[in-house]
């Protein structure tokens, strides 16, 4: 079993920026990446950032690239996410989740979630 414990969400303003970490512990060692999803008001859960946990190659989904950073900490063995230029359509409930295939943007490939934070942006 692996754990995952998501911090960092909250409420902010158009344009403001928030910090999204992610504590992994337990059974580890399958782990081939690590990945955020969201799921809005209403909508399904998408994909939004994932990073290979041996090379650190990142995949983003294309409405966040340019404002989302994904990146790791072996040693501590976090996986964070900086959200820059926060929007109202950024408003969702954030997960973390652990992958022990590929592809890394599919969500089918991850087998352990977080209880989810959420993030809500005003206008």
């Known amino acids: 079993q692996v754990q995952l414990v998501e911090s960092g969400g909250g409420l902010v303003q158009a344009g403001d920026s928030l910090r999204l970490s992610c504590a992994a512990s337990?059974?580890?060692?399958?782990?081939?990446?690590m990945g955020w999803f969201r799921q809005g008001p209403g909508k399904e859960r998408d994909f939004v950032a994932a990073?290979?946990?041996?090379?650190?190659?990142?995949w983003y989904a294309d409405s966040v690239k340019g404002r989302f950073t994904i990146s790791r900490d072996n040693a501590k063995n976090t996986v964070s996410l900086q959200m820059n230029s926060l929007q109202p359509e950024d408003t969702a409930v954030y997960y973390c989740?652990?992958?022990?295939?590929?592809?890394?943007?599919?969500?089918?490939?991850?087998?352990?979630w977080g209880q989810g934070t959420q993030v809500t942006v005003s206008s």
């Open positions: 337990g059974r580890t060692f399958t782990r081939v990446a």
């Open positions: 990073i290979n946990w041996s090379n650190g190659y990142t």
């Open positions: 989740a652990v992958a022990s295939s590929y592809p890394e943007t599919t969500a089918g490939n991850y087998n352990y």
